[in-house]
């Protein structure tokens, strides 16, 4: 099975930084893109951030654009997301979002983590 694990939500004032972690573990071969989405309370979950399997390409909505950074490390298997700048607007459950090939399968699964609460308020 496979898991991803998010971290570092928390409480933040506004204009404060955040980063946030998602490791996947578990029986992984390769993993391609991978995602952070929000879903903030009475919305539909959105599309923060992208990257593709090589780290070499990344996009953004525009409400985070110069704010957030995506990266990621292939050798741990961990997704980021820098957080700066942060706004009220920003107050959401953040998920990670992977495409996943188990060892042993020949099509990739879509997988997602339990989410991470950030709250930016003073």
């Known amino acids: 099975q496979v898991q991803l694990v998010e971290s570092g939500g928390g409480l933040v004032q506004p204009g404060g930084s955040l980063r946030l972690s998602c490791a996947a573990s578990g029986n992984i071969f390769s993993i391609n893109a991978m995602a952070w989405y929000r879903q903030a309370p009475g919305k539909e979950r959105e599309l923060v951030a992208h990257i593709t399997s090589s780290g070499s390409s990344t996009s953004y909505t525009d409400s985070v654009k110069g704010r957030f950074t995506i990266s990621r490390d292939n050798a741990k298997n961990t997704l980021y997301l820098q957080m700066n700048s942060l706004k009220p607007e920003d107050t959401a459950v953040y998920y990670c979002?992977?495409?996943?090939?188990?060892?042993?399968?020949?099509?990739?699964?879509?997988?997602w983590g339990q989410g991470t609460q950030v709250t930016v308020s003073s």
């Open positions: 979002n992977a495409d996943i090939f188990r060892r042993g399968f020949s099509y990739p699964g879509k997988y």
